[in-house]
Nanobody, 116 residues
């Protein structure tokens, strides 16, 4: 089965930065797209950022200009660089992958907490 493992979460002060990593069990080109979602307390899970197999990216309006999704093909890893963090960014962040045969996979999540 496909396995996604997130890391890099933690506690930071507002204005700080974190980089999340998602390591896949195989080549990231096994997937037509990968992305990051987050779920804050009492809220629905929301899409944060997506990167397609071709490298196109898309971001939620709330993080555009602050977050950057990228990949390292050799390391089978997708990253989410989060700058200028706000308390509103506090959430569990989940890595997501969509395979070419339209199966969806999720990581276990990593907690990001931003203090004011």
């Amino acid at each position: 089965q496909v396995q996604l493992v997130e890391s890099g979460g933690g506690l930071v002060q507002a204005g700080g930065s974190l980089r999340l990593s998602c390591v896949t069990s195989g080549s990231i080109f096994s997937f037509n797209a990968m992305g990051w979602h987050r779920q804050a307390p009492g809220k629905q899970r929301e899409l944060v950022a997506v990167i397609t197999h071709g490298g196109a990216t898309n971001y939620a309006d709330s993080v555009k200009g602050r977050f950057t999704i990228s990949r390292d093909n050799a390391k089978n890893t997708v990253y989410l660089q989060m700058n200028s963090l706000k308390p509103e960014d506090t959430a569990v962040y989940y890595c997501n992958a969509n395979s070419w045969d339209k199966d969806a996979y999720w990581g276990q999540g990593t907690q990001v907490t931003v203090s004011s």
